[in-house]
């Protein structure tokens, strides 16, 4: 019965995780997985977080175990919706835009995916995938659209050059060039909005707008994921610049909204997609009340029919303390200053680090390390170099050289930059 199973590679974040838990050295690190760690290595609940938790334990609501309805919370939707777009509560923006809750930015990402792959006419041929990019997005791309019969996806996965390793930073050239010449009509386009996991290496607003107006003129379809807004800067408004940008310049375009780092509701699964449409939900006509095609109603009923044949709709309970602190002035005001204690204690690590391998004079140009924006940075080791840092200094990165720089702290920072030193000279 299932001896014809494939053969499914471990999933690298995962397994580093399982097996930095194995090492039992008194001094291994692991800088794998990307989770907030304090200045102590220990993760670390946010406060507000703790603060909605007991509002809401208090309240005694006898319904919070209810089922939420297909779409989700809407008052959570409503205010995720909000944060992404910074609209107010007098704009009419909020009609070009079908948000549904999922199962965190994976979820996301994988609705988006099956949504786009069965449903857009015409069909895109492409989805392109930046190189490097979060693995996951070639499996959640692998598996979209497939049907039972045919384990063939039904976009063709491309990539583009994202990443230069000579400046450490995005290869903009490289990538307008490829998707200007080679991107065809509804081709998809996976941008991240802010803190490109794994490189850290994010577009200039500049090259923001470019890409836009590329999207525009090639009728391509971007599809943002927002993993770390807030998290990444430390302000929401900066962290959401390109995606509020692409709105405006009236593109069609996806968003998946993940809670898990800036909320640190990692294991709550909190998230949403958004589809932004150019058109209204409605429009009267002489006729009376008439209905576009392609409006948002349609949308979104389209992705509660995929989201009830799969897992019926999201959790509600992480949802609700995103919901108790956005809909609360004081919680929000808690919650910014939560996020600039991490984006400010990640973006010290990042100078430590730093000045430990100047101070070294370990071989090799460091300073893409402070360039390169929020939780990841692409450290610049080769996989030798990886396998030999985790052997003989018990230190836990990906293969490709990312490092999680929260997974840094004053206690371990040195031991890190001597056995980068120590790998690189050898
Ligand atoms: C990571 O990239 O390490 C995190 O986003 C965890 C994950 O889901 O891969």
């Not at 704009?91 to 786009?116: H, M, P």
């Not at 803190?195 to 107006?213: K, R, V």
């Amino acid at each position: 019965l299932f001896s014809n199973l494939p053969t499914i590679p471990p999933d690298e974040p995962f397994s580093v995780n399982a097996a930095y838990q194995e090492d039992t050295h008194p001094k291994k690190v692991n800088l794998g997985i990307g989770v907030y760690r304090t200045s102590e290595g220990n993760p670390w609940p946010l406060r507000v977080v703790e603060d909605a938790e007991k509002t809401i334990y208090e309240m005694k609501d006898h319904g919070r175990h209810e089922y939420l309805s297909i779409q989700g919370d809407q008052v959570f939707l409503r205010l995720a919706a909000d944060l992404v777009f910074n609209f107010d509560s007098t704009t009419k923006d909020r009609e070009r835009i079908a948000s549904i809750q999922t199962v965190s930015g994976t979820g996301a990402n994988r609705l988006g995916a099956e949504f786009l792959s069965r449903y857009i006419h015409p069909r895109p041929q492409n989805v392109w995938i930046p190189d490097p990019t979060w693995a996951n997005h070639h499996t959640i791309w692998q598996l979209a659209g497939t049907s039972s019969s045919s384990s063939t996806p039904s976009i063709k996965i491309k990539t583009y050059p994202y990443y230069d390793s000579n400046t450490g930073g995005f290869n903009y050239n490289q990538t307008m060039k490829k998707l200007s010449s080679e991107a065809k009509e509804n081709d998809i386009i996976i941008l991240h909005a802010c803190a490109h996991n794994p490189t850290g290496a994010d577009p200039s607003i500049e090259q923001w707008e470019n890409i836009a107006q590329l999207c525009k003129e090639r009728h391509l379809i971007p599809f943002f994921d927002l993993a770390y807004q807030g998290f990444a800067s430390g302000d929401v408004d900066k962290d959401g610049w390109a995606i509020r940008h692409f709105f405006q310049a009236g593109l069609e375009f996806c968003v998946a909204q993940s809670f898990s780092k800036n909320f640190g509701l990692y294991g709550q699964r909190v998230g949403a997609l958004h589809v932004v449409t150019k058109a209204p939900s409605a429009t009267i006509t002489s006729t009376g009340h008439d209905k576009d095609p392609g409006t948002t109603e349609d949308v979104l009923a389209t992705l509660c029919h995929l989201v009830r044949g799969e897992y019926s709709m999201a959790p509600r309970g992480g949802a609700e303390i995103v919901r108790t602190v956005l809909s609360n002035d004081g919680l929000r005001q808690k919650w910014v200053e939560d996020l600039r204690m991490m984006s400010s204690r990640i973006l010290g690590m990042r100078r430590a680090l730093f000045e430990e391998l100047v101070r070294l004079g370990t071989p090799g140009d460091w300073t893409h390390i402070l360039r390169q924006i929020g939780m990841f940075t692409y450290v610049g080791l080769s996989e030798n170099q990886v396998a030999a840092i985790r052997e003989r200094h018990h230190v836990y990165m990906l293969r490709s050289g990312r490092i999680s720089i929260s997974g840094l702290n004053e206690s371990n920072v040195r031991r890190v930059a001597m056995g980068i030193d120590d790998v690189v000279r050898t």
